[in-house]
């Protein structure tokens, strides 16, 4: 059995994070890994202040109240998990995007997803040319990584 020292767990603050939580945590708890977990809020002033729209201003206080709200239940979900707040990680970007360069970056196993992001990923990892089921598991017996 492959042994993980990392298991990256993304999170969408949906009705599946539950499921998704206690999947990765139970991977992480077999393999004594070290949890992260990862929200990316997707930026919407991009898409309305490019066209000049007047109510710009309301979007950024909207997508600024979002990430606001994010960061609280990311806090929240860290602190009942026990887990230090550097390994509770907030982006901006593009979900799949984002989320397969911090598993490429912190050289984590990717936990379970929900669909629609399940279908994001997987079109990026095409893009990138990687068909692993996971995006880089740190496995025991290689370099270590801290």
Same mark, same amino acid.
């Given at each position: 059995? /492959? /042994?993980? %020292?990392? #298991?990256? #767990? ?10 998704? #939580?206690e999947k990765g945590t139970s991977i992480a708890k077999v393999?004594? $890994?070290?949890? #992260?977990?990862? +929200? ?6 991009m898409a309305y202040a490019a066209d000049g729209m007047s109510? /710009? ?6 997508e600024t109240s979002i990430r606001q709200e994010a960061q ?6 860290? $602190? ?6 550097? /390994? ?11 989320? +397969?360069?911090?598993?490429?970056? %912190? %050289? ?10 399940? $279908? ?11 068909? %692993? ?6 496995? +025991? ?6």
């Amino acid at each position: 059995m /492959s /042994s993980y %020292k990392k #298991i990256l #767990i993304a999170l969408d603050f949906q009705g599946d994070n539950a499921e998704v #939580i206690e999947k990765g945590t139970s991977i992480a708890k077999v393999n004594e $890994a070290e949890v #992260i977990l990862v +929200h990316v809020n997707e930026p919407l002033v991009m898409a309305y202040a490019a066209d000049g729209m007047s109510w /710009s201003d309301q979007v950024v206080m909207l997508e600024t109240s979002i990430r606001q709200e994010a960061q609280k239940k990311m806090a929240e979900t860290g $602190a009942r998990l026990s887990l230090p707040p550097e /390994s509770c990680i907030t982006r901006e970007g593009r979900p799949a995007t984002e989320i +397969h360069e911090l598993a490429k970056e %912190k %050289k984590c196993l990717l936990a379970d997803l929900n669909a629609d992001m399940q $279908a994001q990923v997987k079109e990026t990892r095409e893009k990138t040319g990687s068909n %692993k089921n996971h995006l880089t598991g740190d496995q +025991h017996g290689g370099e270590d990584h801290k």
